[in-house]
């Protein structure tokens, strides 16, 4: 089973600040990751899929990059609707398909 | 648009069965593979099990192997997932989720459905 590690657990921001989140696979997972973000008592929406691709309808304020087995998601300018949980997910080895532990980003 | 509802959640007992059900709209239900992926209360997502876009094919976490059984009724636009044989750590909100590539990400969740196993 791949292990995600996302880090740091808990990300404390300001409004208009860059935020910067981490994800690590226990082994390559190549280009195969997505990221999500959920807000209290909703379903995870789908950020970044192939690691870098944004979905539809995401802000280009959002991005992301890879090196080997460490993922990058990036919000260059956080507005006021990005706090929330962000989960990272690997889909290259299966079953099963494994999520990290998420980071959360909170209001500084 | 694409439209994902669960039903049938509730409070059972453990050992105990239930049924989930996911209605889908707004979109070719038998062109996509299909996912449930749960959340425990305060912790982090799970994926559950996937069933391929023609049903000819499935895979269940292993926590739930042998007990949960995912299938599809692509005439009715309707994921299920039948959970026998309940435990306390079953307890959590399950989502369906539409993949566009199974087995890969999830592009579209439902609201989510609330299953407590508690006697």
Redesign the interface.
Known sequence: EIVMTQSPATLSVSPGERATLSCRASQTVSSNLAWYQQKPGQAPRLLIYGASTRATGIPARFSASWSGTEFTLTISSLQSEDFGVYYCQQYNYWPPLTFGGGTKVEIK | QVHLVESGGGVVQPGRSLRLSCAASGFTFSNYGM?WVRQAPGK????VA?VWYDGSRQ????SVKGRFIISRDNSKNTLYLQMNSLRAEDTAVY?CARDPRP??????????ALVTVSS
Not at chain 2, 44 to 47: C, F, M, P, V
Not at chain 2, 59 to 62: K, P, R, T, V
């Open positions: 996912h982090g997502l799970e994926w996937v895979n269940y976490a292993d989502y087995p890969g990400y999830f592009d579209y969740w439902g609201q989510g």
